[in-house]
């Protein structure tokens, strides 16, 4: 299967990946021949791939990716790069390529130091592969001293380096940066598209992959763990409810208590998973032994603070996930509620609470809907500016109570 079959619903991306992989090859091979290099090329050192949640931005660079490293033999007969059968391509999809850096984040910010390091990194010539590659899926979380470290490694590339960032929108990437990109936008894929990829990858139930595609309006991912995580589907339909359960103030503060409560039990969850084993194994590699009453060596006092930093701070944004979660269905309820009151053609993404969208859509007119996005819409904002989420919450409900 070909690394782009990947890539849903983004036909003009994959056409121009295509074009630029092709002739990425065709450069390597004339280097590695010793032969003039192509005077005109699509391949640049520098990619910017944007689109909102869910359109499939780390997976198109992804995929570009595997592409640069393909070794298919049927390249030398004319057949495409990133043939997804290769070692190259295999590798590369399961990051395991020795040339190919994932760089994500479960951290707040990406900083200075982390960066220096792929910088580094980024000035080495391939080891295996034809291209050194760099994948950082949350270029947006860059800090700016971090995103001035990265600016030079843009600048000045080196000959067989590519990066290839990932971010929401262009205004979440420093101007100096993003100039020196070449930029491709991803749209929402088609929900059909996406309920399509659930059944022929995952094996999903078509009905169930038709639901979970419309309840999540074409974001892939949320699509697949809606239909597969009887726990996801849960979360979503008591955050549904919340719209009906803001009559008062009382129930105003309730929900937003319960919402808030939630996005900390996640938090928890997660961090019960992983904190202990990652705290385990720095314990074991700094020495503390079973013969020493588990008592930490020397000097590896400030190892072990910054890792419980690290930690709580990969807490702080699960919890800020799990509440953008929340109110991106919230959001989707609110749409569905104006869809209604304005007669649109437009499909319905919640039909299994289409009695309570019709309640709030006969009980009130599209300007208190708007007013209601909005109000969501200051609340995500408020929570990326650190306002302490139950603050921003309850303002939050207060609000859509009086629309």
């Not at 950082?136 to 971090?146: C, H, P, Q, S, W």
């Not at 001035?148 to 490694?153: C, G, I, M, S, T």
């Not at 929570?383 to 989420?389: K, S, Y």
């Amino acid at each position: 299967m070909p690394v782009w079959d990947d890539l849903v619903g983004q036909e003009r991306v994959q056409t121009q990946l295509a074009a630029a992989a092709r002739d990425a090859d065709a450069l390597v091979t004339a280097i590695e021949a010793g032969t003039q290099a192509p005077t005109a090329s699509k391949m640049t050192h520098a990619w910017l791939f944007t689109g909102p949640p869910g359109s499939g931005r780390a997976t198109a660079a992804r995929a570009f990716a595997a592409a640069l490293q393909c070794t298919s033999p049927d390249r030398a007969l004319g057949g495409e790069p990133g043939c997804g059968f290769c070692d190259g391509c295999h590798t590369t999809v399961i990051g395991t390529h020795a040339d190919v850096e994932i760089v994500r984040t479960d951290q707040l910010s990406i900083g200075v130091k982390d960066t220096r390091a792929l910088v580094r990194r980024a000035q080495l010539s391939p080891a295996v592969g034809r291209w050194q590659v760099i994948v950082m899926e949350d270029a947006d979380r860059l800090t700016e001293g971090a995103g001035n470290v990265l600016l030079k490694a843009v600048e000045e590339p080196a000959p067989r380096t590519v990066w290839l960032l990932c971010a929401p929108s262009l205004e979440d990437v420093l101007p100096t940066i993003r100039s020196r990109c070449r930029h491709l936008t991803l749209r929402t894929p088609p929900v059909s598209a996406v309920a399509e990829v659930l059944v022929r990858r995952d094996g999903i139930e078509p009905a169930v992959a038709q639901a979970a595609a419309r309840a999540t309006q074409g974001h892939i991912g949320r699509a697949r763990r809606l239909a597969t995580d009887e726990a996801a589907r849960s979360r979503r339909a008591t955050v549904l409810k919340l719209p009906m359960r803001v009559d008062d103030v009382g129930g105003c503060l309730k929900a937003a208590q319960e919402l808030v409560d939630a996005a900390a039990e996640d938090a928890k969850q997660v961090a019960e998973e992983v904190d202990a084993k990652e705290t385990e194994e720095l314990r074991a590699a700094l020495g503390a032994g079973a013969g020493t009453g588990g008592r930490m060596p020397r000097g590896t006092a400030g190892v072990m603070k910054e890792l419980e930093d690290r930690q709580k701070r990969r807490r702080t944004r699960t919890q800020r996930d799990s509440l953008d979660l929340a109110l991106t269905d919230l959001t989707a309820f609110y749409r569905d509620v104006l869809v209604l009151q304005l007669g649109s053609s437009l499909d319905i993404a919640n039909v299994e609470i289409r009695q309570d969208l019709d309640r709030i859509a006969r009980e009130s007119g599209p300007e208190r809907t708007l007013r209601r996005i909005e109000a969501i819409i200051a609340c995500r904002q408020a929570l990326d500016r650190n306002v302490a989420p139950l603050l921003a919450v309850e303002a939050m409900t207060m609000s859509l109570r009086a629309g």
